[in-house]
């Protein structure tokens, strides 16, 4: 019998792996040949590919790095932007930026139990996973900070949420601010700045 005509025999990653990725995967057939520079998640299983942020993003993830960076390597810690997170046997994460409890050395997969930050930066089409189920996931891991940063040069707008993780195992907002405010916290490390140097001048 014939095969289908739309069958070209062609291996497709993102039908043949559907539901089955880890990092053992990723290591074998990421990146995806063709595909523009991406990001590449995994939620259980399930790979999610989104583009990159635009400039605004860039630039608050460069900013919040360098107000970050003295601080945290004052307690042994390292600052990063986007590394492989792995939050369990078959969840990763690429969030804009984390501080880990010691330096990575080169990994490639860093375990959950070694962030002691991790943060994103909103996109529009990122809303959803980058206020909902990406801290969820980071708290089931276990993870003690979680990072919120939303910039919006339309709106002149920039705001920086601190989430910490309870003894109930769910994240609450340990400090907060809006440009033309002061965002200030000692722990996990202190810091202290208007969130408007966020934003380009």
């Known amino acids: 019998m014939a095969a289908p005509a739309h069958d070209t025999g062609a291996f497709d990653l993102l039908v043949e792996l ?16 063709g595909m523009p520079p991406v990001k590449y998640e995994c939620q259980d299983g399930h790979l999610i590919v989104s ?4 400039s605004a993003n860039t630039y608050a993830t460069y900013r919040m790095l360098t ?4 601080p945290a390597r004052g307690l042994g ?4 932007p986007t590394l492989n997170v792995q939050l369990g046997i078959n ?13 990575a050395r080169g990994g490639v997969w860093i375990p959950a139990t070694r962030a002691l930050l991790l943060g994103e930066c909103v996109s529009p089409f990122s809303r ?4 909902i189920d990406k801290p969820a996931m980071c708290a089931e891991a276990g993870i003690a900070y979680f990072m919120r940063v939303e910039v919006s040069y339309a709106k002149k707008h920039a705001e ?10 769910a994240y609450k907002v340990h400090a907060k601010a809006l440009a033309g405010d002061t ?19």
Do not use: H, K, S
């Open 160 to 169: 920086v949420v601190l989430l910490r993780l309870g003894e109930n195992g």
């Open 18 to 33: 559907r539901g089955v990725w880890t990092p053992d995967l990723a290591d074998r057939y990421l990146p995806i040949p």
């Open 91 to 103: 969840r990763w994460i690429q969030p804009d930026f984390a501080v880990l409890r010691e330096p």
């Open 51 to 54: 583009p990159y942020g635009g």
């Open 128 to 131: 959803v996973a980058d206020r």
């Open 77 to 80: 810690c390292r600052v990063y």
């Open 183 to 201: 965002f200030e916290t000692r722990e996990p490390f202190p810091l202290r700045f208007d969130p408007a140097e966020l934003l380009e001048d």
């Open 67 to 70: 107000l970050m960076e003295p």
